[in-house]
């Protein structure tokens, strides 16, 4: 599986950005897809994670609210919708896969987003 990220760029505070990972080779329903970031001078962190069959979700408290990860299994992509964006939000967020939050074994090559104030 290679995962391809999208959808990075510069935005104002407050506004929306619309991230996508798509997925080549097979994804089994059990395979956790996350979203990671890392901002400047910092240490990477979890963002957001969806079980790719059930489509079960889990946030990080500091997106909880604001951001919302979705998956189309037809088109074999993850979506991560961020809204009300801050200015701490920006990093460059990278997609993953993996059998666990936290065990992901795969990863894209990472989107940046920018928020200015």
């Known amino acids: 599986v290679q995962l391809v990220e999208s959808g990075g760029g510069l935005v104002q505070a407050g506004g929306s950005l619309r991230l996508s990972c798509a997925a080549s080779g097979r994804i089994y329903s059990s395979t956790s897809m996350g979203w990671l970031r890392q901002g400047p001078g910092k240490e990477r962190e979890f963002v957001a994670n969806?079980?790719?069959?059930?489509?079960?979700?889990y946030y990080a408290d500091s997106v909880k609210g604001r951001f919302t990860i979705s998956r189309d299994s037809g088109e074999k992509t993850v979506y991560l919708q961020m809204d009300s964006l801050k200015p701490e939000d920006t990093a460059v967020y990278y997609c993953?896969?993996?059998?666990?939050?936290?065990?992901?074994?795969?990863w894209g090559q990472g989107t940046l987003v920018t928020v200015s104030s």
């Open positions: 969806i079980r790719w069959g059930a489509g079960t979700t």
């Open positions: 993953a896969a993996g059998r666990s939050i936290g065990d992901y074994a795969l």
